[in-house]
């Protein structure tokens, strides 16, 4: 569904990413892992266009997709979260996930802010998510926790085909992380790609069917999570070993 081909993103000299290039299989959970500073959330950028990429190129479904802006993207069916809920505080959760709606034309401006199919719509999320009771809360007032799940739902408001999630897990407690892990499940089984990054190596190994590594912005792995697991090179990485060449 998703490839990546030769993606780049310089910084003045700094090299973000350098070269990354993978694929991401239709009905798949793949996770991008690496140390900190490997590039993996500036590779996410570049895929869903909230950064401009220095060169490379991305398909989505078989479409070149790196040219278009972030909401031409969206409405092609690639939706993402960001590690830092970027909510809008002085709104309520229902109205978060409303602002997330596929825009139909301007013929949308004639309609009631919140119409009566959006509000349906966001409300079967909610409670697909288990989160209904927060629906009339301000954005200001949720957990973190509770951040993470209603960017999840208004994620899923603009029907994405695949969705790119960004530390889902990061910061919430263990509780709330088993629960996300089912969400992430339940949509896969209903056919939802995902290509996730996430720094725990845990949940990765059990919920990845793939698994691609980067340090120092390239991709030195992929493969199951037990091929993974064992790779001398990814373990060097995570240690803070030199990395060697892979060529």
């Known amino acids: 569904m998703l490839k990546v081909n030769g993606l780049c993103k310089?910084?003045?000299?700094?090299?973000?990413?350098?070269?990354?290039?993978?694929?991401?299989?239709?009905?798949?959970?793949?996770?991008?892992?690496?140390?900190?500073?490997?590039?993996?959330?500036?590779a996410f950028n570049c895929i869903s266009r909230t950064a401009a990429p220095t060169k490379g190129e991305v398909w989505?479904?078989?479409?070149?997709?790196?040219?278009?802006?972030?909401?031409k993207i969206t409405q092609r069916g690639l939706s993402r979260t960001f590690q830092i809920s970027r909510n809008l505080a002085d709104m309520t959760v229902l109205e978060n996930v409303i602002c997330q709606s596929k825009i139909g034309g301007?013929?949308?401006?004639?309609?009631?802010?919140?119409?009566?199919?959006?509000?349906?719509?966001?409300?079967?999320?909610?409670?697909?998510?288990?989160?209904?009771?927060?629906?009339?809360?301000?954005?200001?007032?949720?957990s973190y926790g509770q951040k993470k799940l209603m960017d999840l739902a208004a994620l899923l408001m603009s029907d994405p085909k695949i969705i790119l999630l960004d530390e889902?897990?990061?910061?919430?407690?263990?509780?709330?992380?088993?629960?996300?892990?089912?969400h992430i499940r339940k949509l896969n089984d209903q056919g939802m790609t995902v290509l996730i990054v996430e720094h725990n190596m845990?949940?990765?190994m059990r919920l990845s069917h793939r698994i691609v590594v980067m340090a120092q912005?390239?991709?030195i792995a992929e493969g199951e999570p037990a091929e993974i697991r064992e790779d001398p090179l990814v373990l060097d990485a995570y240690l803070g070993g030199v990395l060697e060449d892979a060529a």
């Open 60 to 71: 989505l479904d078989g479409e070149r997709i790196d040219h278009l802006r972030p909401h």
């Open 168 to 182: 889902p897990a990061g910061g919430v407690n263990p509780t709330l992380l088993e629960e996300i892990v089912g």
């Open 106 to 142: 301007w013929r949308d401006l004639m309609k009631p802010a919140m119409s009566t199919q959006e509000i349906d719509k966001a409300m079967g999320i909610l409670d697909f998510l288990g989160i209904t009771r927060i629906a009339y809360e301000d954005g200001s007032n949720l």
């Open 217 to 219: 912005g390239k991709v």
């Open 202 to 204: 845990d949940l990765i």
């Open 10 to 42: 310089y910084f003045g000299g700094i090299k973000a990413v350098d070269g990354c290039t993978f694929n991401v299989d239709r009905g798949s959970i793949t996770a991008l892992i690496g140390p900190n500073g490997a590039g993996k959330t500036t």
